[in-house]
T-cell receptor, first 114, second 109 residues
Framework: DTAVSQTPKYLVTQMGNDKSIKCEQNLGHDTMYWYKQDSKKFLKIMFSYNNKELIINETVPNRFSPKSPDKAHLNLHINSLELGDSAVYFC?????????????FGPGTRLTVT | DAKTTQPNSMESNEEEPVHLPCNHSTISGTDYIHWYRQLPSQGPEYVIHGLTSNVNNRMASLAIAEDRKSSTLILHRATLRDAAVYYCILWRTGNQFYFGTGTSLTVIP
């Protein structure tokens, strides 16, 4: 049973398109995250939700919009895709927000914008 | 900014201990030190975390310097499966956390 799952695993699309990535966790956690990992393997937090409420909103273009329909799901919608959006996007979850809790990561979605 | 500094790469022989260092000189009193690792083509995986005291779990040990400006992740017996990029992260109150560039560990059979 996969703890944190993401779909799709690979996404190839053209500039200007709109796409979504879905994430689901079956751990019963309250907090979920989106990260972006660029070609240099640097991981950067984008968003975090706790009980469906946005608690972290880093400096990210407003073309990126997260949505949490319930505690177990956090989706990422990207409008007007650009070449620079090409990266691996990871979803993660933790029992609660804060420094004490470990995060569980999904397998990642490799987005390629052509 | 809370930042961490790690060597870009390290090598270890299989079945020998590995000490992965991390400097975090700007750490503040309530910052937690977390370690994650990322195997090739996988998502990061939690390894260990601590605040002030040394910590042990089934995967590794975390040794934290007395002034907390540095820490060391210890893998007691490296296996080929431990080849990964290891990230040292400072986790600050208010959900601020900072991933460094990581150390790529190569395990030699």
């Amino acid at each position: 049973d996969t703890a944190v799952s993401q779909t799709p695993k690979y996404l190839v699309t053209q500039m200007g398109n709109d796409k979504s990535i879905k994430c689901e966790q079956n751990l019963g956690h309250d907090t979920m995250y989106w990260y972006k990992q660029d070609s240099k393997k640097f991981l950067k937090i984008m968003f975090s939700y706790n009980n469906k409420e946005l608690i972290i909103n880093e400096t990210v273009p407003n073309r990126f919009s997260p949505k949490s329909p319930d505690k177990a799901h956090l989706n990422l919608h990207i409008n007007s895709l650009e070449l620079g959006d090409s990266a691996v996007y990871f979803c993660a979850s933790s029992q609660a927000p804060g420094q004490y809790y470990e995060q569980y990561f999904g397998p990642g979605t490799r987005l390629t914008v052509t | 900014d809370a930042k961490t500094t790690q060597p870009n790469s390290m090598e270890s022989n299989e079945e020998e201990p590995v000490h992965l260092p991390c400097n975090h000189s700007t750490i503040s009193g309530t910052d937690y030190i977390h370690w994650y690792r990322q195997l090739p083509s996988q998502g990061p995986e939690y390894v260990i975390h601590g605040l002030t005291s040394n910590v042990n779990n089934r995967m590794a040990s975390l040794a934290i310097a007395e002034d907390r400006k540095s820490s060391t992740l210890i893998l007691h017996r490296a296996t080929l499966r431990d080849a990964a990029v290891y990230y040292c992260i400072l986790w600050r109150t208010g959900n601020q956390f900072y991933f460094g560039t990581g150390t790529s560990l190569t395990v030699i059979p």
